[in-house]
């Protein structure tokens, strides 16, 4: 988990330089929360990868890191691309009902696509030019279906790309799954 405060932390840069100069190890990768830890990281010289938050929901931390990592030559891998179950048809608790809306736009969305919920989801993160790694997680065999549909359909048409750009909620609570437990104790 990257921090700016490590980039300062004298004892964190001699054990990186220690894991740098170590020839198997092919790659470095630091995980973010949020577009200043993620600019910090790619910024940093450190890594080679870096981990971030991305959805179609929430957009922002690609949309501030913009052509940086590319032109650092660092690579962006995506996580929360489901954005907890939301995006693969998760029943909405109270406190995430607002989200129903964006949700069944984006469900039109891949109906349109010929694809599944998940998978439209799935394949947005594919499509996105700054995204080298989607990470998906799954606990189950058929959590594996989306992911390979996603996988096996074609890049998303123009349209489809700016309708799935439209429902960026800006970086909202709402969609950022650290703020939950408060806007739950908030809906009570």
Do not use: M
């Amino acid at each position: 988990n990257w921090t700016r405060g490590l980039a300062e932390d004298a004892t964190f840069r001699s054990s990186w330089d220690a894991v740098r100069a170590e020839p198997r190890v092919r790659a470095r990768g630091a995980t973010t929360y949020g577009a200043d830890d993620a600019r910090t990281a790619v910024e940093s010289g450190l890594f080679d990868v870096v981990q971030v938050e991305w959805n179609v929901l929430n957009q922002t931390v690609l949309d501030a890191l913009g052509e940086l990592p590319r032109r650092l030559g660092v690579r962006i891998a995506v996580r929360s691309v489901l954005l907890q179950g939301v995006l693969a048809g998760r029943p909405l608790p109270a406190h995430l009902a607002k989200l129903g809306a964006a949700r069944a736009r984006l469900t039109r969305v891949a109906g349109e696509c010929g694809l599944s919920l998940p998978a439209l989801a799935i394949r947005a993160a594919l499509d996105h030019p700054c995204v080298s790694h989607v990470l998906v997680g799954a606990d189950a065999e058929e959590q594996l279906g989306p992911v390979i549909e996603a996988a096996g359909a074609a890049e998303l048409g123009t349209t489809a790309r700016a309708a799935c750009r439209e429902l960026d909620q800006r970086g909202a609570q709402l969609v950022d799954p650290r703020a939950w437990p408060a806007l739950e104790a908030q809906s009570r």
